[in-house]
């Protein structure tokens, strides 16, 4: 197995949705692992093209309940991919998703809402 490092950063919750019991958020995803592969001699970081990322393996990522996500394309791919002379990988991305959050307005206008974001990886 491999482990990933993993963290995130909320850039902004665009819109709720009482109607539609979901919200969109746009999200800073990046994710850490260490592939032996792509071990190199230096002492300095390489950073690649984010079309390059389909020549890699990257976890499969997904976000729970996410109605549609997006990622970020102008004026390129907003990828980040950063390679180590370890073999360490640096994966960011920034998304765009609009997740369903089951609301319970019985007590509007005094009610209190708790919406969750959720990432998974799918084990194969």
């Known amino acids: 197995?491999?482990?990933i490092g993993m963290s995130m950063d909320i850039a902004s919750i665009d819109t709720i949705s009482e109607i539609n019991m979901d919200y969109t958020a746009t999200i800073f995803l990046r994710q850490r692992w260490t592939d032996e592969r792509l071990c190199f001699?230096?002492?300095?970081?390489?950073?690649?093209d984010g079309r390059l990322v389909e020549m890699l393996w990257v976890p499969d990522t997904f976000i729970v309940d996410s109605k549609r996500?997006?990622?970020h394309d102008v004026t390129v791919e907003n990828r980040l991919i950063r390679i180590y002379p370890?073999?360490?990988?640096?994966?960011?991305?920034?998304?765009?998703?609009?997740?369903?959050?089951?609301?319970d307005l019985t007590k509007y206008p005094m009610d209190k809402q708790t919406c969750t974001l959720q990432l998974e990886s799918c084990k194969t």
Request: aromatic share 6%; net charge positive; proline share 3%.
């Open 1 to 3: 197995p491999v482990s």
């Open 41 to 48: 001699d230096g002492n300095k970081s390489l950073s690649l």
């Open 69 to 71: 996500s997006f990622l």
């Open 86 to 103: 370890n073999g360490t990988v640096l994966y960011a991305i920034r998304v765009t998703t609009t997740v369903s959050c089951s609301m």
